[in-house]
């Protein structure tokens, strides 16, 4: 109790005065959960960007994944009257409740990334479904390219957060030509959140299994894990796919330690830009829309030029 005390004066120590500051600009601030991630950094230059394109003040304080101090922090604007909130939940239903005290305060909150219920004045996201689809998609053209007479695969999955289980659901609807008509059997769908869970689980998977020549992983650390393993392993033979880029595995598809060849992703920096216009517009009293939906965009081994230019645009957002 006192540790999760300490954070939360912590991180509103940080505030300031969230009021419209004295030259009359309004004050947006904006709550996270992992300031330091190379994905959060991203959406933060997006929303820095966008509040000074815009001229107004731009607050940042960080929940550290607790969300009893997400409520503090939620609870300590609304008492220092900030005009707008910008928030990227922890959870749909008990972030959901709090943001909803500013709702009815008339506070307009804009979340992004997650959704919460109730509904808040604008949610930004991407369509999870199609973020899993895309990398399905992109396989079966590979597949038909390299004329691949069989794949025997690993589905790396999520069945906890719906995020998940849309992009899962998303990949495995993408695939069933294939799976359909015999090229494709999976062999096994295995659990993977974090990095060493996934590790752990593959190498296993693998030892049972070495005739495996592809895997599907749902998210950035589940890749993560399956690429650190292959690595491990010398299994450059085994192709990869999955969701969420990073630099690092930017890098691993412009090498041959691996053979990741695609990648759909997010658009983090698009998602805090427009979650800060929305959040500016609805405290100006301007319309806005109650969803706005990001696009995604797929990186492949085959297009090293984007590669390229993504570690070049987005190595300022690893800490």
């Not at 939940?89 to 997650?114: K, Q, R």
């Not at 695939?175 to 059997?185: A, W, Y």
């Not at 049972?208 to 992983?217: G, S």
């Not at 993504?310 to 190595?315: F, I, L, N, P, R």
Request: with cysteine; aromatic share 6%.
């Amino acid at each position: 109790m006192m540790k999760r005390l300490m954070t939360a004066l912590a991180a509103i120590a940080t505030l300031g005065c969230v009021a419209c500051s004295k030259d009359g600009k309004l004050t947006i601030s904006s709550i996270t959960y992992n300031a330091t991630d190379e994905w959060f950094a991203e959406a933060a230059y997006g929303m820095r960007d966008a509040a000074k394109e815009l001229g107004v003040t731009f607050v940042e304080t960080d929940s550290h994944y607790d969300v009893n101090v997400e409520k503090d922090l939620v609870r300590e604007q609304l008492k220092k009257k900030a005009n707008a909130l910008v928030v990227c939940p922890l959870t749909t239903e008990e972030s959901g409740a709090v943001l909803n005290e500013a709702t009815s305060l008339g506070i307009p909150v804009v979340t992004w990334n997650t959704v919460v219920t109730p509904a808040p004045s604008t949610q930004i996201i991407v369509d999870s479904t199609v973020l899993g689809s895309a990398t399905g998609d992109y396989l079966r053209e590979y597949v038909a390219k390299h004329q691949i007479a069989s794949l025997k695969a690993i589905l790396v999955i999520d069945d906890s957060f719906s995020i998940g289980i849309e992009r899962c659901d998303g990949f495995r609807d993408a695939i069933r030509p294939l799976v359909d008509s015999g090229v494709m059997t999976v062999l096994y769908e295995t659990r993977g959140n974090l990095i060493e869970e996934t590790k752990v689980n593959i190498t296993k998977l693998l030892e049972e299994r070495p005739d495996v020549n592809f895997i599907w992983c749902w998210h950035q650390m589940s890749l993560i894990g399956t690429i650190q393993t292959l690595k491990e392993l010398g299994r450059s033979d085994i192709l990869v796919a999955g969701t969420d880029m990073s630099v690092d595995l930017a890098k691993d598809m412009l090498s041959n330690d691996v053979n990741l060849i695609a990648v759909t992703t997010q658009q983090p920096y698009g998602m805090g830009y427009e979650a800060v216009v929305n959040a500016v517009h609805a405290a100006r009293g301007e319309p806005t829309e109650a969803t706005v939906v990001i696009p995604t965009l797929t990186y492949t081994k085959d297009e090293p030029a984007m590669l390229h230019e993504y570690v070049e645009t987005h190595s300022k957002f690893v800490k």
